[in-house]
């Protein structure tokens, strides 16, 4: 490595005095205000592309926002060509696709994260967590292709009718099983969550100190015990946040959802109907808008889910930064 | 007493047992989507499919071509804009970032990271689309630039952070000003850890559809041109999949197995370099 010219600058030189010496070690770098302030401008465009969205939203979603008030997110009907809008069913399929979701994923994703950092045989543990991770790289229209030609008739064709003695008295599995469904959304969108769920829980029950696993073990507890008793109380706050981060996933996923639910403005509390979600609708929808106000009411949707995402979001980060102050866990659950 | 304990161990093994389950069906997906991509989609690459642009429904022939240059337009759109913001903030992360203004990026990071993606397309198509007029392959670049820059700068933060302080300080007793320890010193050695950062990144935009609906829109011939409607992988695989044909379907699938190669490799190789560099940090 060549000598930096600061090295042979005067004011840094053996002979220079005691207070020259000081005083150059005082100043700042002219180049250090330059490169903290690029730096700096660089880190300030995220912030102002979060705020730029919101208000772009906010300012196109207001036609139907002034028009339909707050009655829009309790109106179930949609009809582009009178006009009349009411996204019930978006919000209400939204949210019941991402609980089937969570309701599937986060008992396996916890059972993942648990066979991960504590009883599986050591050299199985990084391969299978690489596995895992890699499902959530798989991209949403593979999953949604996969949805369409291998899900679905799985599920018409294999499961619904061996489950249907078991299940058809259910109001949840009421009316009859044509295919695309809030449960096969529902079950696709738990295969793309469970990764994000499980990855994150690794990470924290990898940053549950060993003391307090011991601790368990000391006490005469079984690993299982230690595990239920010890480890899982301790990361409580970071696998909730987890659990949320996943159902951000989940509220926004767009294009397996949009291929395999059906896509029909229905409230049904049936599982084998149809239903539609916010991020579908806008998907099928925006570039075929057929008015002003439809194009309003798709952003007052967008608006609606971006609100929803971000305090999800938000909620999630602060309990898993709770468990591990600041860290980047689960940024790196790619 | 005996009785209580042997119910505790068999409790015991059963849970782990079940762990053991959960963690198979996890991995089940993957090897059933894999195993089909492989099956439905391999019989129909040839090299034709990768140097025919999309032919009229009804024609026989026809490939991915057009879509796999735009993919790889669009990618690149997305790496010119996106790049320099991301690899910057997340270095001003690691360096600067300590306060409460670096947490507050990083949160911001965080959330803007969890916005739906389809959320994004919109706000492309109010920026870029509806004031130039036409749907553009400059609009999908920026849109994808906008999910690439959280993901980028969380993994750049993160690898800047692994270079050990000793290094700073060594640069720093040289008589370095910061800026320049910063960027020849630092920068330059986590600049492996950057590149995978930026794989990473890649691989994950690569993927994406929803953003790409109201910007790139897709196209049905060969184009070049960043200011017009441009074909991608992810779009062409979505029009395919839910249009009726069966021979779109036949290239749905295939469209698919190409994408997915691409991006499960920048995955692994971008998993396999920082591994190595968590080892050696």
Not at chain 1, 121 to 127: A, F, K
Not at chain 1, 234 to 255: D, K, N, P, S
Not at chain 1, 266 to 283: D, H, K, M, R, W
Not at chain 2, 59 to 78: C, D, H, K, M, Q
Request: glycine letters at 10%; proline letters at 6%.
């Amino acid at each position: 490595m060549t000598i930096p010219a600061a090295v042979l600058e005067p004011e840094a030189s053996p002979q220079a005095t005691a207070e020259e010496r000081w005083r150059a070690l005082k100043t700042v770098s002219p180049g250090d205000v330059v490169y903290r302030t690029v730096l700096t401008v660089f880190a300030l465009l995220l912030p102002l592309v979060l705020v730029t969205i919101a208000l772009e939203l906010g300012v196109n979603a207001w036609p139907a926002v002034a028009k339909f008030g707050f009655g829009f997110l309790t109106h179930s009907t949609w009809d582009p060509v009178r006009g009349e809008f009411g996204a019930l069913p978006l919000i209400f399929g939204t949210l019941y696709s991402s609980l089937v979701a969570l309701v599937i994923a986060v008992p396996l994703a916890l059972g993942c994260a648990i066979f991960l950092t504590e009883f599986a045989p050591r050299w199985i543990r990084t391969p299978a967590a690489t596995l895992i991770e890699l499902l959530a790289a798989v991209p949403s229209v593979i999953y949604g292709l996969w949805g369409i030609f291998v899900l679905i008739p799985l599920l018409r064709d294999h499961f619904w009718p061996v489950a249907r003695h078991a299940l058809s008295w259910l109001p949840i599995f009421g009316g009859v099983f044509y295919g695309p469904s809030v449960l096969a959304g529902g079950v696709i969108l738990s295969i793309m969550v469970l990764p994000y769920i499980a990855a994150v829980s690794r990470e924290v029950l990898l940053a549950v100190p060993p003391s307090q696993r011991e601790a368990g073990l000391a006490l005469g507890a079984t690993r299982w015990e230690t595990v239920w008793t010890v480890i899982l109380p301790y990361g409580r706050a970071g696998i909730i946040g987890a659990v949320i981060l996943g159902l951000g996933r989940a509220l926004g996923e767009t294009m397996a959802v949009t291929m395999v639910i059906g896509n029909r403005h229905e409230v049904s509390a049936s599982l084998l109907q149809p239903g539609y979600t916010i991020a579908a609708a806008i998907a099928n929808e925006f570039s075929e808008a057929v008015s002003d106000i439809h194009l309003s009411a798709l952003f007052f949707v967008g608006a609606v889910l971006f609100l929803i995402t971000i305090a999800v979001n938000a909620l999630a980060r602060v309990l898993v930064w709770r468990v591990a102050r600041g860290s980047a866990i689960g940024s790196t659950a790619i | 007493m005996m009785h209580g304990r042997i119910a505790r161990r068999l409790v015991g093994s059963t849970m782990t047992g079940v762990t053991y389950g959960a963690a198979a069906l996890a991995i089940l997906p993957l090897a059933a989507i894999l195993g089909m991509l492989l099956l439905k989609g391999a019989g129909s690459i040839n090299w034709d499919f990768f140097v025919k642009s999309a032919v009229p429904v009804g024609e026989p022939g026809g490939g991915f071509a057009n879509a796999i240059v735009g993919t790889l337009i669009i990618v690149g759109l997305a790496c010119t804009v996106g790049v320099p913001i991301g690899v910057a903030t997340g270095i001003f992360l690691a360096e600067f970032g300590g306060g409460r203004f670096g947490f507050t990026i990083r949160f911001v990071a965080d959330v803007l990271n969890g916005v739906p993606s389809i959320v994004i397309g919109i706000f492309a198509w109010t920026w870029l689309v509806k004031p130039m007029g036409h749907f553009s392959a400059l609009a999908g670049g920026c849109a994808l630039a906008v999910i690439l820059v959280p993901i980028l700068a969380r993994t750049t933060e993160e690898m800047v952070r692994l270079v050990p302080n000793s290094l700073r300080e060594a640069g720093l007793a040289l008589g370095y000003p910061r800026w320049r320890t910063s960027l020849l010193i630092v920068a330059r050695t986590a600049g492996a850890g950057i590149v995978t950062g930026c794989l990473v990144a890649v691989a994950r935009v690569a993927g994406e559809t929803a953003p790409l609906l109201f910007t790139a829109l897709g196209n049905q011939f060969f184009s070049t041109r960043l200011q017009a409607p441009m074909a991608a992988l992810p779009l062409q695989v979505y029009n395919y999949a839910v249009g009726p044909y069966d021979e779109w379907h036949r290239q749905a699938w295939a469209g698919a197995l190409v994408l997915i190669v691409l991006v499960l490799a920048l995955s692994l190789i971008a998993r396999a370099v920082v591994r190595a560099k968590r080892q050696h940090a």
